[in-house]
Nanobody, 119 residues
Framework: QVQLVESGGGSVQPGGSLRLSCAAS????????MGWYRQAPGKQRELVAT?????????NYADSVKGRFTISGDNAKNTVYLQMNSLKPEDTAVYYC???????????WGQGTQVTVSS
């Protein structure tokens, strides 16, 4: 069992920035991967960014957020972050943290945090 708790969401104007945090109950580096997904009203959940914990690491971003969002992890704090810059109204969604465990390859999800971008 992995518990994931997101924080850092809120309301921001276009062009602004937010940093989302995902605190995990286990060492994040022991995971196969962690990532962020988002879901807007009436739309399906979509991938935002993932971080794979290999010897060199691998980052993956949705085309819509490349160059604006950065995923990172702090092993000492068991926390994964999503730095979001140059936010656009279309970024408005509930953002969910995800963890994929090694061996059993089981997915865990956080409760989500709302991000609203509007003027």
């Amino acid at each position: 069992q992995v518990q994931l708790v997101e924080s850092g969401g809120g309301s921001v104007q276009p062009g602004g920035s937010l940093r989302l945090s995902c605190a995990a109950s286990r060492s994040i580096s022991s995971m196969y991967a962690m990532g962020w997904y988002r879901q807007a009203p009436g739309k399906q959940r979509e991938l935002v960014a993932t971080l794979t914990f290999t010897t060199v690491g691998h980052l993956n971003y949705a085309d819509s957020v490349k160059g604006r969002f950065t995923i990172s992890g702090d092993n000492a704090k068991n926390t994964v972050y999503l730095q979001m810059n140059s936010l656009k109204p279309e970024d408005t969604a509930v953002y969910y943290c995800n963890a994929l465990t090694r061996i059993e390859l089981r997915n865990y999800w956080g409760q989500g945090t709302q991000v609203t971008v509007s003027s």
